[in-house]
């Protein structure tokens, strides 16, 4: 959905975009916005929209790659004449233009069509290539195929000419229909980003996937002599697979910011009011704040945090320190506009040993927060935040972590509760959880939340769990909105430090350039 790259000082954001309605259409452009901070963004003209044989009837996603030369290329999926998905390579008209205003479409198109026995409607979504040691470029596709999802694999020596490999990169039955996958190096030793090409000891590789409504990833070693990606863990299609994000988070992209040596991730977050409710705004979802993504020490999982520059946005700043939160309070964030709030909150749990027993059948974490939401009183836990709420607490999203013991020590759980979001009825309110891969014993528990209106996006364990949701509150809007620290657990915890700004508007969609602000 969202393919980023930075070129000549500008961060570029291709997109899915419908110019005829508010939904998903049929006949879907590449919008391109621009930006020099990732913060503040100005649109110019579609990249790419339906006009040739392989692409009349839609533009779908796809990548970018950087040439030798500081060259960038489009590869992206066309809805062709026979409504087949095809793979089209596009290049800019001028490089020497920074903003890249003008692309052409190559006239050899489509370079790669469904091989036998892939429908015509598996195919698509082409990953930022990648070239080996022998010089020979890579791609992969995503596809599915006798019950199986596919990182179908290509290679050209010339970036034209394309072969498919004869077997998949990675495969596994435990998925469905893969779509927007990604395949990418992580530096183990550091947070660092390294090149999508880059492949040498000291780095491991991502492999991630869209389907059944999440991103999932899984990490391992990409062996180039065998052309093959050997995970650490297969997916197993269970709720142990691991995901970016465990909220509203799909059809994601990262790409290596060379500006600042880090790789970033964005992702496409949807709706959860109704399709008339979009039909009658205007428009439909939005993309997650850009997260910088690295590998966690432990070599088990990502990490993610939102992009250093998001910091400029932050204005009057409250400080809490040392706080006792005892059974059932509740104290107001106050002196912070709630309703575009950044806060960062560490809570500290003295006697631990008083952490309740686990049940043995309690695997599923999503369930769990499901069933013991934030009414529900436990040891530690729930204790967390309320964000957007009102004064009287009608309307509430709760973020928040339950501790409990283990066979093999602690379990941190993270939920994030939609329930008592709105007064509204006809919303989607889907309880989320994940549990935090942290030991209680030798850190903090840390959460940090950026609030916006209609989505908040929560890091927990500094970054290792993340949660994003939408919530259309009906009274809790704009200056009646509320913030709440809350502990309804039966014993104590302390926050330890507490840092709130409120946040000012990014300027998003300046028409032309960022200095006409009256377009924005």
């Not at 034209?160 to 495969?171: A, G, I, M, R, T």
Request: with cysteine; aromatic share 12%.
């Amino acid at each position: 959905m969202v393919r980023p790259m930075y070129y000549k000082g500008v961060y570029h954001l291709f997109y899915q975009y419908n110019p005829h309605g508010a939904l998903f259409g049929d006949s879907m452009v590449w919008a391109h916005s621009a930006s020099y901070d990732l913060i503040n963004w100005f649109s110019l003209d579609h990249a790419l929209i339906p006009s040739e044989p392989f692409d009349i009837n839609s533009c779908w996603s796809g990548s970018v790659t950087i040439l030798p030369g500081n060259k960038p290329v489009i590869l992206y999926t066309g809805i062709d004449a026979n409504n087949h998905q095809v793979q089209n390579l596009a290049t800019p008209k001028n490089l020497s233009d920074p903003l890249l205003r003008e692309w052409v479409k190559y006239s050899g198109n489509p370079l790669m069509t469904p091989p036998d026995g892939i429908e015509g409607d598996n195919f698509r979504d082409p990953t930022t290539a990648w070239q080996g040691p022998d010089g020979t470029w890579r791609v992969v596709i995503g596809s599915w195929s006798n019950n199986q999802g596919l990182a179908i694999l290509y290679q050209s020596e010339d970036f034209v000419h394309w072969n498919k490999y004869q077997d998949p990169l990675y495969s596994s039955s435990k998925t469905g229909m893969w779509e927007c996958p990604d395949f990418f190096p992580v530096s183990i030793n550091s947070t660092n980003g390294v090149d999508t090409s880059v492949k040498n000891p000291s780095v491991r590789h991502v492999m991630k996937a869209s389907f059944n409504s999440h991103d999932y990833y899984i990490v391992g070693t990409y062996v180039t002599e065998l052309e093959k990606f050997l995970p650490d863990a297969d997916f197993t299609g269970t709720s142990l697979d691991l995901r970016y994000d465990y909220g509203k988070f799909y059809a994601s992209k990262t790409f290596f910011d060379s500006k600042k040596n880090r790789r970033i991730l964005w992702g496409w977050v949807n709706e959860s009011d109704s399709t008339e409710d979009d039909i009658e705004k205007g428009w439909s979802g939005l993309q997650s704040v850009p997260r910088q993504i690295w590998l966690d020490k432990t070599g088990k999982q990502l990490v993610q945090w939102p992009v250093e520059e998001i910091n400029s946005l932050r204005d009057n700043q409250v400080n809490i320190y040392d706080k006792q939160l005892e059974s059932g309070s509740i104290f107001e964030v106050s002196g912070i506009t709630a309703s575009q709030v950044d806060i960062e909150i560490m809570f500290e749990l003295p006697e631990l040993e008083e952490a309740e027993f686990m049940s043995s059948n309690w695997v599923d974490p999503q369930l769990i927060c499901d069933r013991e939401d934030a009414s529900v009183t436990g040891r530690f836990g729930p204790f967390g935040l309320l964000a957007l709420a009102t004064k009287e607490l009608t309307e509430q999203t709760a973020i928040y972590f339950r501790v409990f013991r283990g066979h093999k020590g602690y379990v941190v759980l993270m939920c994030s509760e939609q329930r008592r979001s709105s007064l509204r009825n006809e919303l989607d309110k889907t309880t989320y959880g994940a549990f935090v891969d942290i030991d209680p014993r030798q850190e903090m528990i840390s959460l940090r939340s950026l609030i916006d209106h209609s989505i908040i996006e929560s890091f927990g364990g500094k970054g290792r769990t993340c949660i994003t949701t939408r919530v259309y509150p009906k009274l809790a809007v704009n200056k009646e909105a509320h913030l709440f620290a809350f502990n309804n657990g039966t014993l104590s915890v302390t926050i330890s430090r507490l840092n709130a700004w409120s946040m000012n508007k990014a300027r998003i969609n300046c028409r032309g350039g960022l200095e006409n602000t009256a377009s924005c």
